[in-house]
């Protein structure tokens, strides 16, 4: 973009001149005058009673029925609003939030009994309209909620207030899960906007915003009015820094508290606290395509791959091999199914084994994956292929940014690549397969390469179960995918890591990523 | 001079009117942005109502039309990420950006100037050696390796600075010195070898013999004529800092517009890009423009050339 008219470099013309540094002064302090002062100054202060906590983004939004997006959810979800039920992590079990007791009164009818002398930061008080009027907006308004889609996927719902502490909520079809389903509906009065979402919302948490400097920190304060009992921190600060050795030197170097997403690499040192973090990576198959559509091949696939030895090198130790893509404490989790042992040598006989019945095993499997899904993603590829090589198979590595790979990762899928396998990751932050199962094994799932009519069967039957029937069922779809239909090459249960300075007490658990309780945290002493 | 301004913003609405249409439309062949903005356990039924929302289900020439419409309205569209006036981000972006990258390009210029002239005043001396060699190094240090260990150094270890942020005066040292190091490399080793040329020049002699004395000749006489190459230079290396202080913004959680950029692309969001892509491209172009003012100003050959 360099103007024809400039004189190239170094051949400035001798004579008369007028002061050309002075010109170049000009135009900068001119810049400067212009773009005004904004950005000095900016930050907030913290004292002691502040919890400081660096985030790798900041929240594209607070409005609580786009709470199921992570960025938002981390924020939001218990600390500025409150569902009626809440799912506690370590049990899976549910306890109450806004509602104290329900009661499934008809296959299709659930009834909630609201918490009394709840009000919302605004001071108006919350009722059975305000928990109907919450449900309606996040399932019915047409707004477009993630936690629509997300969680109720186009059931249909109604909510009606019986009386200002009764709630009915009548479903289409029987779900014995939906106090669970609900304890992502996040609680909004009914002055909130129906027509649109709202970027800071009033709700019954234990936080209120106080101050949102949009590209720079978001403060909450304590709430005075809170129904519970009262938060240890007076107030929280939020920054965010897109680069995680950064996040870490923030703790380290005392101007933040909680340090959230960080991988091995980014130097935690003694402030890292690993945690276990509901995510699951493992590689999708193509078994519509061959060579993938010969179940030799595909336990060729998981006996060749060392899992044990990946999570030791690749992943730093963090992670632990797995057979399935839910961890314990999630219903349906099948403790007998255990990650494929590793079995080159078994894995080399299946191919060749293929091979002699006219399976075209040298045909080339691409391998999908995606820049960044996961510390060290492209080495654990490398890792895969270089195992999947040696087993006899001929394997291509194809590396995405998140939106081309998503391509692959739904349906419809892309049909001019030949066989392939995904790199993927999932995380079930509610706590029950149904999140899981259909979308990720079911034949017509969004998510699903492939699936057969048998496990099918078994997913629907799960769905259709409440108690311990529900966990049997979807136990044993787990285990007929990893024994029989065996699509997946699982990989390894995550761990996740956060730094914590020595001045602040908190115990991430599997939804801190999803969301992080500041009514957990506590000055250390 | 009119004449000048009229051909000159002429003949930027062409390469504009190319960036919005390329920006555009090479944005929209890289993925359906509701895979990245709805669940994955969306329905059809949703996938479709999000498109028609936000009018991704008409044809590209259609959406163009659209987006060119509202552009005359001055209307830039919608961020999908946070539903607020894309104009709104990139306003609130864009300053910051400017200021630091006119700060960073003003230290450059005064320190290369000092340096350079120093270093070129005794040609192959000590002073000119050891600038040479810090100019190289500085002009090839990778920014990002300078930024980390600079926040290890003088955040982590020494305590010294903020790791990063934009709060307080301190905040910006880091920033600065990372954008600065190239700039200020590159600059040096120009005035060094302008005014190498021009020391040596018959009229640097002429000047001399009148008895002029030695900061006369330097700076009135020899910094003048070595500063047009600086100038040069300068401009360019500036609109690269407004263009893509990515790094940095990255880094130091600087709120700027090519963090926003980055970001924008990566995240789909259409409309945020595009006006961030325009208002970036108007404000370099209008760079350029001044700085081919001053040139004209300066220099009567170029202004005669222009209105030829």
């Not at chain 1, 108690?467 to 390894?492: C, I, M």
């Amino acid at each position: 973009m360099q103007s024809p008219l400039r004189p190239p470099k170094g051949t400035g013309p001798p004579g008369r001149k007028a002061p050309v540094f002075a010109t170049v002064f000009a135009v900068v302090g001119a810049i400067l005058l212009a773009s005004g002062c904004t950005v000095a100054n900016s930050g907030a202060a913290a004292g002691a009673d502040t919890v400081r906590i660096v985030l790798p983004e900041e929240p594209p939004t607070l409005e609580p029925c786009d709470a199921s997006l992570t960025a938002t959810g981390r924020v939001t979800r218990s600390n500025i609003t409150e569902p009626l039920t809440e799912r506690v992590p370590k049990t899976g079990e549910l306890e109450p939030k806004l509602a104290t007791e329900w009661d499934q009164k008809a296959p299709k009818t659930w009834e909630f009994t609201l918490r009394e002398g709840v009000t919302f930061h605004d001071g108006t008080a919350f009722d059975a309209e305000a928990a109907a009027y919450s449900i309606d907006r996040t399932v019915n308004s047409g707004i477009e909620c993630n936690v629509n889609g997300y969680v109720f996927g186009g059931t249909k719902i109604s909510a009606t207030a019986v009386n200002d502490t009764t709630l009915k909520v009548t479903t289409a079809e029987p779900d014995p899960i939906l106090p669970l389903r609900l304890s992502f509906v996040e609680v909004v009065p009914t002055t909130t906007d129906a027509k649109g979402k709202v970027r800071e919302p009033v709700g019954t948490g234990p936080y209120r915003i106080d101050k949102w400097n949009q590209g720079i920190n978001l403060r909450l304060e304590r709430f005075d009015g809170y129904w519970g009992k009262a938060p240890e921190y007076k107030a929280a600060l939020y920054s965010w820094r897109a680069e995680g050795s950064i996040r870490a030197a923030m703790v380290s170097s005392g101007e933040a508290d909680v340090a959230v997403g960080l991988a091995p690499a980014d130097g935690a040192g003694d402030h890292a606290v690993e945690f276990p973090n509901n995510e699951t990576t493992y590689l999708r198959m193509d078994a519509t395509q061959k060579p993938l559509d010969d179940l030799r091949v595909r336990e060729a696939v998981n006996y060749a791959i060392d899992k044990k030895g990946l999570v030791a090198s690749v992943f730093a130790g963090l992670g632990e091999p797995a057979g399935q893509v839910v961890p314990t404490g999630v219903t349906g989790y099948n403790p007998d199914v255990k990650a494929w042992p590793y079995d080159m040598e078994r894995a080399k006989s299946l191919v060749e084994e293929a091979k002699a019945d006219g399976v075209p095993v040298d045909k080339t499997i691409t391998l999908i994956g995606r820049n960044g899904i996961y510390p060290k993603a492209a080495e654990a590829l490398e890792v895969v292929q270089n195992s999947l090589l040696e087993a006899g198979l001929k394997v291509k590595i194809k590396m995405l940014d998140v939106n081309a790979w998503m391509e692959y990762l739904l349906r419809p899928f892309p049909d001019d690549i030949g066989p392939t396998m995904l790199q993927a990751q999932h995380g079930n932050q509610a706590g029950d397969a149904a999140f899981t199962m259909d979308q990720i094994y079911g034949t017509k799932g969004a998510q699903s390469s492939y699936g057969t009519a048998a496990l099918d069967k078994l997913i629907q039957r799960g769905e259709l179960a409440s108690g311990p029937e529900r966990q049997t069922a979807f136990a044993e779809a787990l285990a007929h995918q990893s024994d029989k239909v065996v699509r997946d090459a699982v990989l390894a249960h995550m761990t996740g890591i956060i730094a914590l300075a020595p001045n602040v007490e908190y115990t991430p658990n599997s939804a801190s990523n999803d969301e992080m309780h500041l009514a957990e945290m506590h000055p250390a002493g | 001079m009119l004449t000048f301004l009229r051909r000159r913003i002429v003949s930027s609405a062409i390469p504009l009117l190319v960036v919005i249409l390329g920006v555009f439309f090479l944005a929209r062949l890289t993925g359906d942005p509701a895979n990245l903005y709805l669940p994955l356990s969306a329905t059809p039924e949703m996938r479709e109502s999000f498109s028609a929302q936000h009018g991704f289900d008409q044809s590209l020439t259609a959406q163009f039309g659209d987006y060119l419409a509202e552009l005359a309205r001055f209307d830039f569209g919608e961020s999908l990420r946070t539903a607020q006036p894309a104009s709104e981000a990139v306003l609130r972006a864009f300053p910051a950006t400017l200021q630091l990258a006119g700060f960073t390009m003003l230290l450059a210029v005064i320190g290369a100037v000092v340096v350079g002239s120093l270093a070129a005043y005794r040609p192959n001396s000590p002073a000119d050696r050891i600038a040479s060699f810090l100019s190289s190094t500085a002009a090839s240090t990778p920014d990002f390796w300078f930024a980390i260990m600079g926040v290890l150094i003088f955040a982590v270890q020494l305590d010294w600075l903020p790791t990063s942020g934009t709060a307080g005066a301190a905040a910006w040292v880091l920033p600065v010195a990372t954008l600065l190091i190239r700039p200020f490399g590159v600059l040096v080793q120009v005035v060094r070898g302008a005014m190498v040329s021009a020391l040596s020049a018959p009229y640097i002699k002429v000047a001399r013999s009148t008895g002029a004395s030695e900061q006369r000749v330097i700076f009135k006489h020899a910094l003048r004529n070595a500063g047009a190459p600086a100038l040069t230079v300068a401009g360019d290396l500036t609109v690269g800092l407004i263009n893509g202080a990515v790094v940095v913004e990255t880094i130091f959680g600087w709120p700027g517009i090519g963090k926003l950029m980055i970001d924008s692309i990566l995240q789909r969001d259409f409309a945020v890009l595009q006006a961030a892509v325009l208002l970036t491209a108007l404000t370099i172009f209008a760079l350029n423009i001044l700085i081919d003012i001053g040139y004209a100003l300066l220099d009567a050959r170029v202004r005669q050339g222009a209105m030829a």
